[in-house]
Structures are given as structure tokens and as C-alpha cells.
């Protein structure tokens, strides 16, 4: 192995990151979906969930996310642009920018990135008592950064 091929190999857990999320948001789908039955006429009969299955697997799939969405910016940045400009902006940048950074210019990843910051940072920091005026669920938001995800590796080729 050549000197070269020693400093490129990189550990990394981003994969297994990813299917935390995955199999988080399958399991909150799979328990969310048998607490609701339908019932005759349209609606539905929502069991009691005391547990809270469903709910806690949308958390740990919105955290996740970040987790992976973190670890991806972060190899992307310093394969493309250095670790030295990774440094640089590693705390001073979000999400978006840091997208922009690489090139990424599409406005839905961009704006979503922008809320998804926002819940994400609501639920990690318990931020309980700010109100901005809006209810959000859970098991939503989940499926929200899922798809987030999902389009951001689709974005830079990533399967």
C-alpha cells in the first residue's frame, strides 16, 4: 500500500448511520400503521400506544438523520474542497450552507434543510417552552427527513 492509499483509506460510520434512521422509520411506520384500525363509515380507532413506540422511532430517526446528514457534508467537504476548509466552516456553517458549499443549488433540498435544522434542533435541545405557533408531528417530520435524506444522496449520486 502506497503512502498515498494509507492517507485516503477513511473509517467511517456513515452507512450504519443511515440504516439507524432507516430501520428506525420502518419500525415507527410498521407501529404507527397497528395502532390504527379502520373503522366502518371512514375514519379510524387508534389504540393507545403507552409505550410509545411509534413516537420514539421518529425520534430517532429525525436525530439520525442529522447524524448521517452530518457525517456525509463533512466527507463531501473534505474530499472536494480539504479538511482545512472543512475546519473553517465546520461550526460557522449550517447545513445549507455547507450544501451550497458543494455545489448544491437546488432550492426544495435547500429550504427543507432549512426546516428540518429547525426541528431537529427543537428535539435535541428540548426547546419545549418556544412557541412558534405551529403543532408538529412526530411521525410527519420522521417521514419529512427521510425524504430529505433520500434526495440529498440521490443529489450527489449516492444510493
Not at 407501529?31 to 393507545?48: C, E, L, M, Q, T
Not at 442529522?66 to 463531501?76: N, Q
Not at 476548509?85 to 448544491?104: A, I, P, Q, S, T
Request: with cysteine; aromatic share 10%.
Amino acid at each position: 500500500m502506497t503512502e498515498n492509499n494509507q492517507s485516503s483509506f477513511i473509517q467511517t460510520d456513515i452507512n450504519v448511520f443511515y440504516n439507524i434512521a432507516h430501520e428506525a422509520h420502518v419500525a415507527m411506520t410498521d407501529d404507527f400503521n397497528a395502532s390504527r384500525k379502520p373503522k366502518p363509515g371512514g375514519g379510524y380507532v387508534i389504540k393507545a400506544d403507552p409505550k410509545q413506540k411509534s413516537f420514539k422511532n421518529a425520534f430517532i430517526t429525525i436525530v439520525f438523520c442529522g447524524i448521517f446528514l452530518e457525517a456525509l457534508l463533512h466527507l463531501l467537504i473534505v474530499e472536494r474542497k480539504g479538511l482545512e476548509v472543512f475546519n473553517n466552516c465546520d461550526r460557522k456553517m449550517n447545513y445549507e450552507e455547507k450544501l451550497h458549499l458543494l455545489g448544491c443549488t437546488d432550492p426544495s433540498i435547500l429550504e427543507r434543510c432549512k426546516q428540518y435544522r429547525a426541528t431537529r434542533r427543537a428535539i435535541v435541545h428540548e426547546k419545549a417552552h418556544l412557541n412558534d405557533n405551529s403543532l408538529k408531528v412526530a411521525q410527519t417530520e420522521a417521514d419529512f427527513a427521510m425524504d430529505l435524506i433520500k434526495d440529498i444522496n440521490k443529489y450527489f449520486g449516492f444510493k
